[in-house]
């Protein structure tokens, strides 16, 4: 869901905003804030708060997904990238980008997909899962922008005997599009770079490099469920 126009009024403000001053950008990022943190509320119920320690990546998501290019720049922040957000468990990974859906425009949209329900479909449906996370609907130019959600905490299954890693064959064939269309893939993960490649492969880490601009939360971060 974009930004509303009483939204995109509120992050215009002229109020000091967290970038430094040297960096130009249209928008008030306190306000931003603001707006998300009541949108929170409104979903996660009112003792929804955004931890003041984790604004500096506050910043760097909600510029991403403003398109605001030169705090990206400033930040090291490809647009033409995805997102692959990572940190522990329980530190608000999740929520964030549901909450960053927000402030996009209808050409960014994506949906968040938990990897651990995409397995159950593979069970269920078998290799068209595949397809249908990757390719869209066979036959057609339709692919959507998806954000997996909590990628490791899938397993490897078979199916009719055969073992499969459904994420890495999703993920394997979503880089061919980044490639050729530009597809765009966001991933939420508590698995470190290491993790990811003994559970993966070298060719999906060295893909991921890639395809997804990497941001992270400190591994010693509260848990925000407690």
């Given at each position: 869901?974009?930004?509303?126009?009483?939204?995109?009024?509120?992050?215009?403000?002229?109020?000091?905003p967290?970038p430094?001053?040297?960096t130009s950008?249209?928008?008030d990022y306190d306000?931003v804030?603001?707006?998300?943190?009541?949108?929170?509320?409104?979903h996660?119920?009112?003792?929804?708060r955004?931890?003041?320690?984790d604004?500096?990546?506050?910043?760097k998501?909600?510029?991403?997904?403003?398109?605001?290019?030169?705090?990206?720049?400033?930040?090291?922040?490809?647009?033409?990238?995805?997102?692959?957000?990572?940190g522990?468990?329980?530190?608000?990974?999740?929520s964030?980008?549901q909450?960053?859906?927000?402030l996009?425009?209808?050409?960014?949209?994506?949906?968040?997909k938990?990897?651990?329900?995409i397995?159950?479909?593979?069970?269920?449906?078998?290799y068209d899962?595949?397809h249908?996370?990757?390719?869209?609907?066979?036959?057609?130019?339709?692919?959507?922008?998806?954000?997996?959600?909590?990628?490791g905490?899938?397993?490897n299954?078979?199916?009719?005997g055969?073992e499969?890693?459904?994420?890495?064959?999703?993920?394997?064939?979503?880089?061919?599009?980044?490639?050729?269309r530009?597809?765009?893939t966001?991933?939420t993960?508590n698995?470190?770079a290491?993790?990811i490649?003994?559970?993966y492969?070298n060719?999906?880490?060295?893909?991921?490099?890639?395809?997804?601009?990497?941001?992270?939360?400190?591994?010693g971060?509260?848990?925000?469920r407690?």
């Amino acid at each position: 869901m974009a930004m509303d126009s009483t939204a995109n009024q509120t992050a215009h403000s002229s109020s000091t905003p967290p970038p430094p001053k040297t960096t130009s950008s249209p928008y008030d990022y306190d306000r931003v804030l603001d707006f998300l943190e009541s949108k929170g509320k409104e979903h996660y119920g009112g003792r929804f708060r955004l931890d003041a320690a984790d604004h500096p990546i506050l910043l760097k998501l909600a510029a991403y997904f403003l398109r605001d290019e030169p705090i990206c720049r400033q930040q090291d922040i490809r647009l033409d990238k995805g997102i692959m957000l990572t940190g522990p468990i329980g530190c608000g990974k999740t929520s964030l980008m549901q909450l960053m859906r927000y402030l996009t425009q209808p050409d960014n949209r994506y949906v968040v997909k938990s990897t651990r329900d995409i397995t159950f479909e593979f069970i269920q449906d078998g290799y068209d899962v595949i397809h249908r996370y990757s390719r869209g609907k066979l036959y057609t130019a339709e692919h959507r922008h998806y954000c997996f959600d909590d990628l490791g905490i899938e397993n490897n299954i078979k199916y009719y005997g055969n073992e499969c890693n459904v994420m890495a064959e999703i993920l394997l064939s979503r880089y061919d599009l980044f490639i050729g269309r530009g597809l765009i893939t966001h991933i939420t993960t508590n698995l470190s770079a290491t993790e990811i490649e003994e559970a993966y492969g070298n060719r999906l880490r060295s893909r991921l490099r890639e395809m997804v601009n990497l941001i992270g939360f400190d591994q010693g971060v509260k848990d925000k469920r407690r």
